[in-house]
Each structure stands twice: as structure tokens, then as C-alpha cells.
């Protein structure tokens, strides 16, 4: 298969279109936990209550014409090949928890990827809507639909006190979690950013690195997401978080000048070393692949770059990950062949967008 | 030592495990721990979890606790009729075993909540269309009748005649007419 079409075939809405403040939000995300009133969670669950939820819900699907964000497939998670689970897992489309620990597991994909429906994971639902930029709201709106027309079909456990009823105590209320993708290197370089994270951890907040393990964050990229679902309205939350990363854009930005201003030669050298790396390596690990995409990706925002579209960032941080690589070549690779793999990949799609000009 | 996976470099990372009480031990060289430890990484590195912390914070809760020794004296664990799990159960697993439990641990819940979601302990979103907008509407109702009270304490009067138009409106639209939901 092509580099193009096999990018072209992998690369979900989310990271090939743009949306507000794009330069630093990556994407939005809104999901929302849902359970049927009447069987055990997942937890608990026998074998044939959970078969009972997945043809349930292939019964939904098929008798109601629900069309709005695109036809929708069911995949069973049991008939998946580890490659593919892998692969939607890179692609945030579904949890690892899924994946590897929900036998009875099932997704609902649309076709652009901007949906997807969890069942039998945590908790028997789990709707999930996934934009590009800044979209907090309109993700929103589109999860609302989402459960609307699941609900005209599902009783869903709820008590007029605690809301909807999950299996996790930490989610009960609304069910509903919103999170933030942000790319902040200006941060990261004046080393604001350790100042910041315990003030937005006040506030009810969550940041963490979300490539990295623990708190190291891969390739500057963060995900902020609220920590509360009881007590506040959906709106509300979103409007929280929202604010906080707007405070954060703002920061972010005022760090990207000043260090335009401060160190602009060195800023510029730093990204094309980096552009050097990408575009003429021959091994390269994950760690180095993500700072290198790091600063290139800066550098287009800055204006140093202008041959390359925003988005490579994006695609390429998903793209070089384990389980795509395999994909790309059809089959196992140890880490030191992925490491080769990953160098070609990245210096292929380079080679692409400089042949485009 | 030698590492036991490639057998040729020497092991630099050594891990225990420990499992119903059966002990073994892992010995690998970094390159090896790397090959492994991503594998680690994609099934979410499920020694310690979040239910863990969870249960943990349930267990230092005092009131928490003494409600269960409670219980415990009474001879009357309770247990949910929908899954039977008991609450100490529940303080063990971190999670609830079906809807029901909700209800059936309703007087247990408030101090596990408020903790949880930063002193909140009762839902103020997003009500299914089935139940319908009635819970909003009598939520309101509530709401501006304890503002008409104090209002006509205050004696002002012409703010409460408002309040008062604005509770028959509400009112109105109250039994039975929430066709179609909201």
C-alpha cells in the first residue's frame, strides 16, 4: 500500500481537519457514561446479560435510522485481531480497557470517526465525540444527540438525586467527562508550565502528558479534563474547562512571542535541527520522534515552516505509534525494526509534502 | 546475573511478582525490559489501579468506617437486592455492582460522594427525556417558592406578586402537559 493511502485510510477527522484555535487545541473531546436500569454493570455481569446489551443494541441499529453523524458499524472486540484493537486504541477510539479487559466488548464507529459508542467497557455505554479544535460545545451538542436516540430505545438507570447511575462512583451525575488536547511547547520551553498545572489542579482540573507515561508529557501535548460530574450542569463543566484553556491558549501564546522576541535565532535553529532529524533520520524512537514533531510543528506555527500542512503533527504523533507501524508493514516488529519503520515513515511523509511544491 | 529473556546481556532491571502468595521473580536487561515494558504500557499497567486509591480513600473515611462496624454489630450488612453486593464490598472494589446499588446504599453515599466531587452530592444536569422535564420544573417551583416566602417576609410585595405570576405559570405547564418531554 501507498504512504498516501494507507495515511489517507487511517487518519480520522479529528486529525486531518482543522477547527478554532487549531494552532494549539488539537481536539475536544465529550463523553458521556451511560447504563441500562436493569442489568448488573460490567463489573458483575453475567455472560448472558451482556450478550443481551450487544444484541440490543445491533436491534437499535438496525430499526432506527439514526444517520445524523454518518452510518455506523459495530465491531465486536473479540473478532478484532490484536493489530486492529491496537490500532483503535492509538487512534483514542477506544480505552485499552476495552481492548485487553472487556471480553463482551463492542464498539459503535461512524464513518468519519468523530463518534464512537463503548459497550460493556466500564459501564455498558460509553458515547465518545471527538472534534478538531477547539469544540467543546459543539461536541457536546453532538453527544446530546447521540444519547437522545439512544435513550428513545433504552431505559437508562437514573434517580432524580444522584443522575445517571455509573459504575464508578467518580462518575456518577452527569456521566460526562470533556477533555482538551493542547500542544503547549512555549510553556514547556520557559518553563511555565510547572507553575501552571498544580493552579489548574485547584480548580478541579486534570492535566496530564497524554503520550507520555505518568506525568512526562510526549511531544508537549496535554490533555485537560474536568475531574468532577456531580453537581454541575454539562454546560457548566464545559464552560469551566473551556475557560481554562482559553486562559491557557492566551499564556501560550504570549510564551511563543516572547520567545520570538527573546531567542528568535534559536528558536528557528532548534526547529530546523529538528526538521533535519525528521527529514533525514534512519532509526528513531518515539521520544525523539515527538520532541523532533514538537518543534516542527512550532515552527509552523511560527512561520519558519511554510511547506508543511498543521496537521502532521497530529497525524504523525498516531502514525508512528506501535501498533500503526505494524500495520504499515503488515505484521510483528521488535522495537528496534519499529524504530527503523518509524525513521521511513516520518521521512516518506516529508518527501511527500516536499515533491508537492 | 544474566537476563533471562535474551540470555546474553547482563540484567539490569529486576521485578518481583507476587501472585495468591506466589512469588517470582523476573530479572531482564534494559533492552529487554524496553521490548516488554511497552507491552506493559498497552494493557494499561494494571498492577495499581485507580480502584486501588479508591478504596483506599473509602477506608480512612471515619464515618465510613463506623458505619460499617455498625452495620457489622447489627448483624445487618447491607446488600443490594439487584447484584447482592454488600458495602463493604463495594468499599473493597471501588465500584458499584448495578443501578440499584444506589439507592440501596442511598444513606451510606453522601460523605463517599462529596469527597469525590468536591462537596457536591446531588445532580444538577441533564434529566432524561422519559422522566421528563417535571423534576426540572417542580426543582424551580421549589426554588421560587422559598424566594416568595422570604420575599413577603421582607414585605416587598411587588417583587413577590411577580415571583407569585411567574410560580402559577410554571404551575401550568406542571401535571400531566409535559407532552413530547421539555
Known sequence: MSLERFINQAVSSWMSEEGPDSDIVLSSRIRLARNFEDFKFPTLFSHEEAQAIIVKMEEILRESNFTKFGQMELLKIDELQPLQKRVLVEKHLISPNLAEDSPYGAVLLTENEEVSIMINEEDHIRIQCLFPGLQLTEALEAANEVDDWLESHIHFGFDEKHGYLTSCPTNVGTGLRASVMMHLPGLMLTQQINRIIPAINQLGLVVRGIYGEGSEALGNIFQISNQITLGKSEEDICRDLKGVVSQLISQERSAREALRKTSNIQLEDRVFRSYGVLSNCRIIETKEAAKCLSDVRLGIDMGYIDHLPKNILNELMILTQPGFLQQYAGGHLRANERDIRRAALIRERLKMEQDKR | MICQECNQRPAALHFTKIINGEKTEVNLCEKCAQEKGEMFMFTGGS????????????????????????????????????????????????????????????????????????????????????????????????????????????????????IRDEIRTLEKELPGSNKGGE
Open chain 2, 47 to 162: 498492577g495499581f489501579t485507580f480502584n486501588n486509591l479508591l478504596a483506599g480513600l473509602l477506608n480512612i473515611d471515619p464515618t465510613v468506617q463506623k458505619q460499617n462496624q455498625n452495620t457489622f454489630h447489627q448483624e445487618e450488612i447491607l446488600q443490594c437486592n439487584g447484584c447482592s453486593m454488600t458495602f463493604p464490598q463495594f468499599i473493597k472494589v471501588g465500584r458499584f455492582g448495578c443501578a440499584h446499588c444506589y439507592e440501596t446504599f442511598k444513606e451510606q453515599l453522601p460523605p463517599v460522594l462529596r469527597r469525590l466531587h468536591s462537596g457536591n452530592w446531588s445532580h444538577s444536569g441533564k434529566i432524561p427525556k422519559r422522566i421528563g422535564g417535571g423534576i426540572h420544573l417542580k426543582k424551580q417551583v421549589e426554588s421560587l417558592k422559598n424566594e416568595l416566602k422570604e420575599l413577603i417576609q421582607q414585605e416587598e410585595f411587588e417583587k413577590a406578586a411577580q
